[in-house]
């Protein structure tokens, strides 16, 4: 796809400096730029690649002032940073803007799919489906028997939606996710063998939910795994069977949360956390990075560590630890001058 500078200030209201009929088809790095591509300037840091740039369209705020001569057509806007936002979004929503169904793809009879739908090729879509409108379904994606998926939902290539699982609108599920798999259920038996334990429940995603590339979301045994409103998923996560997660959790990469806890709205998990089954973590956590939660967690608190604990008191701790070497040297030595002392008085 070609843009011309004239299009583009227009889809930005700003106003140009330079050529209106240069033309880009790509998205560059100011300091990358090269002929063809788009580029944008907002941190002062960078104003000198500005005059050396190859990019052929540069997004500036309308108060920057050139000091010499660019080769670059300039648009000037009110603020460039949330102009190029804006511009990126409306360059997915036209890349993504994709119509009809392709062939080979596979629809059941019972399915039900509303108006303005994308079926990539290789699609499997299952009996009884229910899909709304403005859905785009990307190729090799399964959607199993009774899942309803809302409207303004994008399924990434390779999406793997079990049966029974319930998404909302406007999600966007990227490629290689798996929800509705079997949650982790086996009991022993007396040979000391394990026996699967039927998962019989299902997956529920509210509206507004991204899950990244990889991650994976297990049905309940029974009940609801629940995935509430705004809820932003990283790549590579795994939800375990009956877990909830509050609205506008954000949940970084790696993360791994065991089966039937419960985490609370708006918290922040980092990267690498583990997350032991049925506990209840509050409202606004922040847990850091590479944290192991073993305790349920009350609302607004900061914890880091394995086991984790307050973050104020791990930082203290850490203090510490690093000083341990030290620590112990300067205990011998004491040690050393008081065993020395009792000697001398006897």
């Given amino acids: 796809m070609k843009f011309t500078a004239e299009q583009i200030a227009q889809i930005l209201e700003g106003e140009i400096e330079g050529n209106p009929n240069e033309e880009v088809s790509k998205l560059s790095k100011i300091e990358e730029g090269?002929?063809?591509?788009?580029?944008?300037?907002?941190?002062?840091?960078?104003?000198s690649y500005l005059y050396t740039t190859e990019a052929s369209i540069t997004i500036v705020?309308?108060?920057?002032?050139?000091?010499?001569?660019?080769?670059?057509?300039?648009?000037?806007?009110?603020?460039?940073?949330?102009?190029?936002?804006?511009?990126?979004?409306?360059?997915?929503?036209?890349?993504?803007?994709?119509?009809?169904?392709?062939?080979?793809?596979?629809?059941?009879?019972?399915?039900?799919?509303?108006?303005?739908?994308?079926?990539?090729?290789?699609?499997y879509i299952g009996n009884n489906v229910k899909i709304g409108n403005n859905v785009k379904i990307y190729p090799n994606s399964y959607i199993g028997d009774n899942v309803i998926i809302g409207d303004n939902c994008i399924i990434f290539s390779g999406v793997k939606i079990y049966s029974e699982s319930e998404v909302g609108n406007n999600c966007t599920i990227h490629s290689g996710v798996i929800i509705g798999s079997d949650g982790f259920g086996f009991a022993p038996n007396e040979k000391g063998e394990f026996n699967k334990v039927p998962q019989t429940g299902n997956v529920i995603i509210e509206d507004n939910v991204d899950i990244g590339a990889g991650s994976t979301i297990d049905r309940a045994t029974l009940g609801s795994t629940i995935i509430r409103k705004g809820v932003k998923l990283d790549n590579q996560i795994q939800i375990a069977h009956n877990v909830e997660i509050g609205e506008n959790t954000v949940i970084a990469a790696q993360t791994g949360i065991a089966g039937s806890t419960k985490v609370g709205?708006?918290?922040?998990?980092?990267?690498?956390?583990?997350?032991?089954?049925?506990?209840?973590?509050?409202?606004?956590?922040?847990?850091?990075?590479?944290?192991?939660?073993?305790?349920?967690?009350?609302?607004?608190?900061?914890?880091?560590?394995?086991?984790?604990?307050?973050?104020?008191?791990?930082?203290?701790?850490?203090?510490?630890?690093?000083?341990?070497?030290?620590?112990?040297?300067?205990?011998?030595?004491?040690?050393?001058?008081?065993?020395?002392?009792?000697?001398?008085?006897?």
């Fill in 34 to 47: 090269k002929k063809g591509s788009l580029t944008f300037l907002s941190n002062p840091k960078y104003n």
């Fill in 61 to 123: 705020n309308k108060d920057f002032e050139l000091e010499k001569e660019v080769s670059t057509t300039l648009i000037k806007v009110d603020n460039a940073y949330k102009s190029f936002s804006k511009l990126l979004e409306f360059y997915n929503q036209v890349k993504n803007n994709k119509e009809g169904r392709e062939q080979p793809h596979f629809i059941s009879e019972s399915a039900i799919i509303g108006a303005n739908e994308y079926i990539g090729a290789f699609s």
């Fill in 265 to 346: 709205k708006n918290c922040m998990i980092g990267g690498q956390v583990g997350i032991a089954g049925h506990l209840n973590l509050g409202n606004n956590l922040r847990i850091q990075a590479q944290s192991g939660i073993s305790k349920s967690l009350k609302d607004n608190e900061v914890v880091q560590g394995t086991p984790a604990f307050g973050y104020s008191e791990f930082n203290k701790s850490y203090v510490y630890f690093r000083n341990l070497p030290k620590i112990v040297e300067t205990i011998n030595k004491i040690e050393k001058e008081f065993n020395t002392q009792n000697v001398d008085d006897e």
